[in-house]
């Protein structure tokens, strides 16, 4: 299966990571992964993927502050935004 979607995965936990990568490439989907949201915040600016899935508690940027920050950005208006709790 070919899907050519992009995500990104920001969480501070591994195994969170890990896990959700696996399953989610085994799917067609290419994926890029931070482990805070600073580091999310400018691989979504490089990378522009296609849907962001962001931990909403994490050190340094929480969820909620890389979600505004994300959306103050014009090219990734189309870019799905989904929180993880």
Known sequence: M???????????EEDILEFLSYNL???GFHI????N????LLIAQRKQPDIILIDVMMPE???????????????LDNTFIIFLT
Request: glycine residues 8%; aromatic residues 2%; contains cysteine.
């Open 2 to 12: 070919i899907v050519n979607k992009t995500i990104l995965l920001v969480d501070d």
């Open 37 to 40: 949201g600073k580091e999310g």
């Open 32 to 35: 890029f992964t931070a482990n």
């Open 25 to 27: 490439r085994r799917e």
């Open 61 to 75: 940027m929480d969820g909620i502050q890389l979600c505004q920050e994300l959306r103050s950005i014009k090219k």
